[in-house]
């Protein structure tokens, strides 16, 4: 249990040198903002993703069955817009190489643009979404969600991909003591899973109570807050925003 609260606490609050500074803290930021976004997708735009495209494969081969309650269509338009916004986020791995801070940063900034278009169609939307919107709602937010996965990707922080969540509970399982494991980064995961679960939790409260655009307003304030603090925390000659071996 030390040794899970050690790690937890490191990986909220990085320890001088560590060799990816701050961005622990903010790739947890960035999975409550996963969180609530799959949220608003799953239980406000018609049982799809926008950032877990497992499940959109299956939904996909259930709806082609003939299941009630899924589109077909839905769960081909979200992967498509989720596989540009990674295409996307792969260029600006690309063109930010050398510098991770830069990275996140002018990736996070194009997130909050694209949520902050979703929120300005739920605004229009007044509480009823059209088919129209919804799709718009899907796009947008599956670029910023397939941008998110690939820049995660590129960053390279250990258990913290913000988007998926599978390998992060078995590695809690497979690499644990009783499994004869050593256990690595036993908190860094457990607070993955958290954050993740935490942003469910909220969008899906704040969704039961009618408010789509406060739900996307929370997640474009967190990537905001999360593009300003990668700026402000960024230089030229910091060790943790160099490309890792």
Same mark, same amino acid.
């Given at each position: ?7 937890? =606490?490191? &990986? ?7 060799? #990816?500074?701050?961005?622990?803290? @903010? ?6 903002? &996963? ?31 003939? /299941? =009630? ?42 997130? /909050? ?16 979404? &059209? ?5 718009? @709602?899907?796009?947008?937010?599956? +670029? ?15 258990? @913290? ?6 390998? /992060? +509970? /078995? !590695?809690?399982?497979?690499? %644990? ?9 036993? !908190?860094?995961?457990? @607070? %993955? ?15 039961? #109570?009618? #408010? ?18 990668? #700026? ?14």
């Amino acid at each position: 249990m030390r040794r899970l609260l050690t790690d937890a =606490a490191r &990986t909220l609050v990085p320890p001088a040198g560590d060799r #990816h500074g701050p961005l622990p803290p @903010l790739m947890l930021t960035l999975t409550v903002v &996963t969180g609530l976004v799959d949220a608003v997708s799953y239980l406000a735009l018609g049982h799809v993703f926008v950032a877990n495209m497992t499940g959109n494969v299956v939904f996909l081969g259930f709806a082609l069955a003939g /299941t =009630a309650g899924l589109s077909a269509l839905a769960s081909v338009v979200s992967p498509a817009a989720f596989l540009l916004g990674a295409l996307a986020g792969g260029r600006l791995g690309t063109r930010f190489a050398a510098h991770r801070g830069l990275l996140l940063r002018t990736a996070t900034a194009v997130q /909050t643009v694209l949520v902050a278009a979703a929120v300005a169609v739920a605004a229009l939307c007044d509480g009823h979404v &059209t088919t129209g919107a919804r799709y718009a @709602l899907i796009v947008s937010l599956g +670029l910023a969600m397939g941008l998110q996965n690939a820049v995660a990707r590129r960053l390279g922080v250990p258990d @913290l991909t913000t988007t998926v969540l599978t390998l /992060t +509970l /078995t !590695g809690l399982a497979a690499d %644990s003591a009783p499994a004869g494991g050593a256990a690595p980064r036993p !908190g860094r995961r457990l @607070l %993955s899973v958290l954050a993740m679960f935490a942003g469910a939790l909220a969008g899906a409260a704040l969704l039961g #109570h009618g #408010h789509l655009v406060l739900t996307l307003g929370l997640a474009l304030v967190l990537l905001a807050v999360t593009s300003l603090a990668t #700026h402000r925390l960024s230089t030229a000659d910091a060790v943790w925003a160099r490309a890792q071996s």
